[in-house]
């Protein structure tokens, strides 16, 4: 079983909908919580990043975090092309805060 | 542009062979990672090395091995090439020196295919 576990997907949605993406993971050490945004051809950028448990807004994008199953969620709202992509979760625990466990990854396509 | 610059963008080479892939991470960054990005396994934690030292060690191989150098670049070199190797080889680098996580940047990333 691997640490961290994420659909691949593919995702299509129509412009304008809501992405959900989510991501489950084995380790209960993991502290921190990270979403990336990869273009094709291009490596992964932060996209949100949070700390424990909760939620994180900005602007479009929602991150939430359930340390209790173990479940992190990301929503992207009123969706537009430019999100194509593929996105992948990823996690490190406080010992080793920058070894970063990734998902697999979700491509998604938001159709125009 | 992350300001992490990775060489080359492509490469194709034979099995049994040997390949350097190089990254320049960005001014003042002065970690260094690398991961193996292939389609069953997706994003793979290799080595990371902070200011020339090697800090953490992930899955990587024994065939390969990697170094930063005192100008703070990093080379990965891949030696006896197998088929199972050809991924996509990304550099990463951060600022350290505070408590938690910081941002990764990543180059565009090493495009590896063994014949």
């Known amino acids: 079983q691997k640490e961290v576990e994420q659909d691949p997907g593919p995702l299509s949605v129509p412009e304008g909908a809501i992405v959900s993406l989510n991501c489950t993971y084995s380790?209960?050490?993991?502290?921190?919580f990270m979403w990336y945004r990869q273009y094709s051809r291009k490596g992964p950028e932060l996209l949100m990043y949070t700390y424990s448990s909760g939620n994180k807004e900005d602007g479009r994008f929602t991150a939430q975090v359930d340390k209790s199953s173990k479940y992190i969620s990301l929503f992207i709202r009123d969706s537009q092309p430019s999100d194509s992509a593929t996105y992948l979760c990823a996690m490190s625990s406080l010992s080793n805060d920058y070894k970063l466990s990734f998902g697999a990854g979700t491509t998604v396509t938001v159709r125009a | 542009d992350s300001g992490v610059t990775q060489t080359p963008k492509h490469l194709i080479t034979a099995t049994g062979q040997r390949v350097t892939l190089r990254c320049s991470p960005r001014?003042?960054?002065?970690?260094v990672y690398w991961y193996q990005q292939s389609l069953d396994q997706g994003l793979q934690f290799l080595i990371q090395y902070y200011n020339g030292e090697e800090r953490a060690k992930g899955n990587i191989l024994e065939r390969f091995s990697a170094q930063q150098f005192p100008d703070l670049h990093s080379e990965l070199n891949l030696s006896s090439l197998e088929l199972g190797d050809s991924a996509l080889y990304f550099c990463?680098?951060?600022?350290?020196?505070?408590?938690?996580?910081?941002?990764?940047?990543f180059g565009e990333g090493s495009r590896l295919t063994v014949l």
């Open positions: 001014s003042g960054d002065l970690s």
């Open positions: 380790n209960s050490a993991f502290q921190y």
């Open positions: 990463a680098s951060s600022v350290e020196g505070r408590r938690g996580p910081g941002e990764l940047f």
